[in-house]
């Protein structure tokens, strides 16, 4: 059984950045696919972006490309996602999820983390 924790989510002005991190426990947590997710206020959570167990293949929605980095350090069995750039629609409750099916879709993912909240003032 993996267990996710987010960290790293703030108050944070539009044009800042942010890094989250995902720290898992459990064995599974370097050979699982992860992703992160968002839940704006009033909306479902959608996909941001996700990494292979290998860190090597990356996808990212196309609200984040070239503005948000998704990452991984298997030794730390951490997940990041740096986020630069920012904007105020990026406020959000960010998830992290590790992949349990063949898809991004959200679905496919399961033991979720609590979410850490990030917050971009305009």
């Known amino acids: 059984q993996v267990q996710l924790v987010e960290s790293g989510g703030g108050l944070v002005q539009a044009g800042g950045s942010l890094r989250l991190s995902c720290v898992g426990s459990?064995?599974?947590?370097?050979?699982?696919?992860l992703g992160w997710f968002r839940q704006a206020p009033g909306k479902e959570r959608a996909f941001v972006a996700g990494?292979?167990?290998?860190?090597?293949?990356?996808y990212y929605a196309d609200s984040v490309k070239g503005r948000f980095t998704i990452s991984r350090d298997n030794a730390k069995n951490t997940l990041y996602l740096q986020m630069n750039s920012l904007k105020p629609d990026d406020t959000a409750i960010y998830y992290c999820?590790?992949?349990?099916?063949?898809?991004?879709?959200?679905?496919?993912?399961?033991?979720w983390g609590q979410g850490t909240q990030v917050t971009v003032s305009s």
């Open positions: 999820a590790r992949n349990l099916g063949g898809t991004w879709a959200q679905r496919d993912f399961g033991s």
């Open positions: 459990g064995r599974a947590f370097s050979s699982s696919a």
């Open positions: 990494i292979s167990s290998s860190g090597i293949s990356t």
